[in-house]
């Protein structure tokens, strides 16, 4: 019998392209480093408030290197990441209240479709530039992510519940407990430690805690299928 896997939480929003890496990233080596990946749907805006933090876009210089970082990105994760034309009004007006309901309440009944209809949001938002704030928009992502019109109709009907809303409260306090000031975290649990880490770049990082080999964005194996 094998170790014993190390439980790994991913705290994202679908309002970050660089949750979307990381994403991808511990989605693709969870088995290879034999890792419990929690995903843990939060909102991006609630830490950003709690911790006194403000947007990059919204200096004009990290907001033109962030859009040509994200492309350089997207190629060498090998994630179809393109930025929205509009994209000021999608990170600063729009949000991603609605969507990160909707992930809490797929987390909390459909445990088991979290990480596609988590993907299809971000390749509405980030690949093909739209709407993920419309109870259509989102409807369309969890059909397309295999979920039945019945369910995610059924689901989209709790997101203004006390349940659905106090769990992606609760989610993004523990996510600010952990010292997150944006998103991705990346919490690992283990030899009895916990180690937060932020953003997309620090997975070689994650793999020397975990003492595990880092082999890039796209592990051999994998890249090979791809």
Not at 73 to 98: A, C, N, R, W
Not at 136 to 149: H, N
Not at 192 to 216: I, N, P, V
């Amino acid at each position: 019998m094998g170790p014993l896997p190390r439980t790994v939480e991913l705290f994202y929003d679908v309002l970050s392209p660089y949750s979307w890496l990381g994403f991808e990233v511990l989605c693709r080596y969870q088995n290879i480093w034999n890792v419990n990946l929690q995903l843990r749907p939060s909102l991006i805006a609630g830490i950003m408030k709690d911790s006194g933090n403000k947007p990059p876009a919204l200096l004009p210089r990290k907001g033109q290197y962030l859009t040509r970082d994200i492309k350089l990105l997207g190629q060498h994760f090998q994630v179809p990441l393109h930025i929205p034309k509009d994209f000021l009004t999608v990170i600063l007006e729009k949000g991603s209240l609605s969507a990160m309901r909707f992930l809490t309440a797929v987390n909390l009944e459909h445990p088991e479709l979290l990480q596609k209809v988590s993907r299809e949001l971000w390749m509405r938002v980030w690949s093909r530039d739209e709407d993920i704030t419309q109870p259509q928009s989102i409807l369309a992502a969890a059909e397309k992510a295999g979920m039945s019109a019945e369910q995610a109709r059924g689901l989209l009907d709790t997101i203004s519940t006390p349940k659905v809303k106090n769990q992606l409260k609760e989610t993004t306090e523990a996510a600010c407990k952990y010292g997150a000031f944006g998103l991705p975290i990346t919490v690992a649990h283990v030899d009895g430690q916990t180690h937060m880490l932020f953003g997309s770049d620090r997975m070689e990082l994650l793999a020397h805690l975990l003492g595990e080999k880092w082999m890039g964005p796209v592990p051999p194996a994998l890249n090979a299928r791809l």
